[in-house]
């Protein structure tokens, strides 16, 4: 059974850091480019960060919003994908979901989400 479960959101003041883990399993972990995306209220979800699979490797890529205020990482052994955000802004609040997919092939996970919420 496949599962993306997402943790690690919560209320943060402005200028605040979180840190979102993603626990992956029920597939082949490293086969898999990982994405974290969000969704704000009354807006279309959006791509915020992507790190690519292990075979096919490439570069890592972030909204233009995020840039150089979150990082993504991945750790293969432990099937595990996460989200360090730093100097978080309210416009960051948002439900944020965990995405697995191997293109080529056509397959993609999506994980429940966790809330992030900033604000004083």
């Known amino acids: 059974q496949v599962q993306l479960v997402e943790s690690g959101g919560g209320l943060v003041q402005p200028g605040g850091s979180l840190t979102l883990s993603c626990a992956a399993s029920?597939?082949?972990?490293?086969?898999?480019?990982m994405s974290w995306y969000r969704q704000a209220p009354g807006k279309e979800r959006e791509l915020v960060a992507g790190?690519?699979?292990?075979?096919?490797?490439?570069?890592?890529n972030y909204a233009d919003s995020v840039k150089g205020r979150f990082t993504i990482s991945r750790d293969n052994a432990n099937n595990m994908v996460y989200l360090q955000m730093n100097s978080l802004k309210p416009e960051d609040t948002a439900v944020y979901y965990c995405?697995?997919?191997?293109?080529?092939?056509?397959?993609?996970?999506w994980g429940k989400g966790t809330l992030v919420t900033v604000s004083s």
């Open positions: 029920g597939f082949h972990f490293s086969s898999y480019a």
């Open positions: 790190i690519p699979s292990v075979p096919v490797g490439g570069i890592i």
């Open positions: 995405y697995a997919d191997r293109m080529p092939y056509g397959v993609s996970y």
